[in-house]
């Protein structure tokens, strides 16, 4: 996660506190959107950026998991981002992002 988007994270937390924000990741990469929901609960493990060694603890999701695209505008999902989810590995993306936030995040939906 670049250092700008870290500090708009940060920054979100700061203005409507970290029990009002969740991070919605929409990584096509199973293993990079496991790091950027690592980043966003415990702090960015490069130690590389504004959340290195800040655990905000927020709640973190993939665009393809269930509970996301259930509440998604069904036409705005089928032009956006359905052909993605008929090629991306929907499931390890959402598995990676899961994994993180139930081993890290203070919150959930």
């Known amino acids: 996660m670049d250092l700008e988007n870290q500090q708009r994270i940060i920054d979100a937390a700061e203005k409507f506190g ?16 496991g790091l950027y929901a690592e980043t966003v609960t415990v702090g960015d493990p490069t130690f590389a950026g504004p959340l290195a060694g800040v655990s905000l603890g927020l709640p973190v999701y993939h ?23 008929m090629v991306l590995d929907t499931a390890a993306l959402a598995g990676s992002v899961a994994e993180m936030r139930e081993q890290h995040s203070q919150t959930k939906l």
Do not use: C
């Open 18 to 33: 970290a029990g009002n924000v969740v991070v919605l990741l929409g990584s096509a990469d199973p293993e990079g959107a």
């Open 63 to 85: 665009v393809f998991e269930e509970d996301i695209k259930a509440e998604a505008d069904q036409g705005i999902w089928q032009e956006q981002i359905e052909m993605m989810e």
